[in-house]
């Protein structure tokens, strides 16, 4: 065990724990590092401690000593509508380099990692990576919807509704009231939710243990079970590097396509793979949505709220409908197979366990999960566009646009912003035809926040939702519907195209054919040739703005943050 082998180099190491409150014999004992997000930073973390708790007893009962490590994520949904969204993405980051210091500061032999959101799970499954060590994920798990079914990704809808009065203050307050009922992650399959899905799907968590409802005792019996599981990970020496593989992650795509996953894991998987020395191209998330359809029936591109999820079977159920096309034999964080892991839940009453909740609600499994010769649609919910707007690519979610806006030539409406962008949406100076345009929103620019609020008023707008699209360099919020185009790159701080667009040109979007195109000049058509002219001619005089980060995480963020289609994660010295 490597926390032994230390001991001998760290002499006063033995002292601290025992003032830490250890007693002799756990020093001998595999230790285990039990890290989460808990905080009470959010009903996505508040409740965590209960399942470190539940983890501490399993690593104990089973022979192991447990430490509790903590950093506290912050909720992009608090985040939203001012600057603190900036500091979304990085936070992934800088959480990621918290918990590498954590253990490798301290000697432990393996770890537990627990955690339930957008910018959480993907910091844990990067730090994961990074370090190496035997580990496992506990999904955190999710919340309920509240009154008639309602979930927090409708808020932005209503924001925009009361903002046009179109509703009363007092109905705008009771749905805010009523959204978030109790922990966990957001009762909609958001970035929260997905990349829950992609930890279980990678093969690094627990299987079934995605997206339990925190008021089931399902969630706090798979927390104790992993706890359990650490101490044999310790002993087989079995590393994330052997189960998080490239066959690992084209499945956790795959299962991505079949739920229409949020457009932010395109930002995370690549990310996570990263530390691993796997590199993750956008083409493949294209090429593998075209082959995978789209099969759940879950908010936001379906009818039903989050925690119907697991009500059905969660994700071994749509890995039973993509079957033939997963890679069956690669190895899990159980020591076995993925092949043997859905065997195994068949065999265990699992599916009963979780279909007792859905019947008390009178809705069936194939409501909710519909099967593969019978999808919601024949391909996965993301296209990765190309053309002369977008060379190096960008992402759009079509599983929520309107046919009208699949090919489309529109007018651009130009800002530097999304503040106002949003102003011109809500004053209605953003009319059918146009084309939003925010830029300078890249990680390189702002930081990448999300467009949120803006797509929820075009989406929210009748007039506006089969007529409009947004175009940004920047991202979107997993609850995102409508038509809206994200990580256009190369950004706009790094003089791309997007940089050079003005009012009144014309962009032409063509996601069949995966192409997005400024086709035009100040309204009128022009042919490739002379459009890359003008382009050329107007970087000559295009000059960077001056960054407002003058210091602090986003200064070094800004200045040294990968490119969106690779993960927008903050480089290391030598890339």
Not at 183 to 198: I, K, N, P, R
Request: aromatic share 6%; glycine share 10%; charged share 20%.
């Amino acid at each position: 065990m490597k926390s032994q082998e230390l001991r001998s180099l760290a002499p006063e190491l033995d002292s601290l724990r025992l003032g830490s409150g250890w007693t002799i014999e756990d020093l001998s004992k595999p230790q285990i590092i039990v890290e989460s997000s808990y905080g009470h930073s959010h009903p996505g973390s508040a409740h965590l401690n209960k399942l470190v708790d539940e983890a501490d007893k399993g690593v104990n009962d089973g022979g192991g000593k447990a430490a509790n490590y903590y950093v506290t994520d912050i909720c992009d949904g608090e985040a939203q509508g001012h600057d603190g969204m900036n500091y979304s993405l990085v936070s992934r980051d800088v959480m990621a380099a918290m918990i590498e210091i954590h253990v490798r500061a301290t000697p432990f032999d393996a770890g537990i990692f627990i955690a339930s959101c957008d910018k959480s799970v993907p910091a844990h499954l990067m730090a994961i990576a990074r370090l190496n060590m035997p580990s496992i994920f506990v999904p955190g798990g999710i919340m309920k919807a509240g009154p008639n079914l309602l979930t927090l990704e409708q808020i932005g809808t209503y924001s925009a509704q009361y903002a046009r009065h179109e509703i009363t203050k007092e109905q705008y307050m009771t749905y805010k009231h009523d959204a978030c009922p109790d922990c966990g992650a957001c009762s909609f399959m958001g970035t929260a939710s997905t990349m829950q899905v992609m930890a279980e799907a990678l093969g690094i968590a627990m299987p079934g243990s995605a997206l339990i409802p925190t008021n089931v005792h399902y969630l706090k019996d798979t927390t104790r079970r992993a706890g359990e599981r650490s101490i044999m990970l310790a002993y087989e020496n079995l590393l994330p590097s052997e189960i998080m593989t490239e066959e690992a992650f084209e499945n956790a795509i795959m299962v991505h396509a079949a739920i229409a996953g949020s457009s932010n894991s395109l930002l995370h998987l690549p990310a996570i793979a990263h530390e691993l020395g796997i590199e993750i191209k956008p083409e493949l998330f294209d090429e593998i949505h075209r082959k995978i359809p789209f099969l759940l029936n879950i908010r936001p591109s379906g009818y039903w709220p989050g925690e119907y999820f697991w009500y059905a079977g969660g994700v071994p159920v749509i890995m039973e409908e993509i079957k033939d096309f997963l890679h069956l034999n690669v190895r899990t964080v159980t020591g076995k197979t993925l092949g043997e892991n859905l065997d195994i839940i068949r065999q265990t009453g699992f599916y009963e366990g979780c279909h007792k909740y859905l019947n008390a609600l009178g809705v069936t499994v194939g409501d909710i999960i519909k099967p593969l010769n019978g999808p919601i649609r024949p391909q996965g919910a993301i296209a990765i566009l190309k053309g002369n707007l977008a060379p190096e690519g960008a992402v759009v979610k079509h599983s929520a646009i309107s046919p009208k806006l699949m090919q489309v030539t529109l007018k651009a409406r130009v800002f530097d912003s999304e503040e106002a962008a949003l102003k011109a949406v809500l004053e209605k100076d953003i009319h059918p035809g146009d084309a939003v345009l925010i830029r300078y929103e890249g990680p390189k620019g702002s930081g990448m926040p999300e467009m949120f609020y803006t797509t929820e008023a075009i989406a929210s707008d009748l007039e506006l939702i089969e007529t409009v699209a947004l175009i940004t360099d920047g991202r979107f919020s997993g609850a995102t519907r409508g038509p809206a185009i994200g990580h256009v790159s190369p950004e706009a701080s790094e003089g791309g195209p997007i940089a050079l667009v003005e009012e009144g040109d014309l962009v032409t979007i063509d996601i069949p054919a995966r192409k997005l195109d400024i086709t035009g000049i100040a309204g009128k058509t022009k042919t490739p040739k002379e459009v890359d002219a003008v382009l050329a001619e107007r970087l000559k005089y295009w000059t960077k703005p001056e960054t407002r980060f003058k210091s602090g995480i986003l200064s070094i963020y800004t200045n040294n943050s990968a490119s969106p289609m690779k993960g927008g994660y903050l480089k290391n010295s030598d890339e």
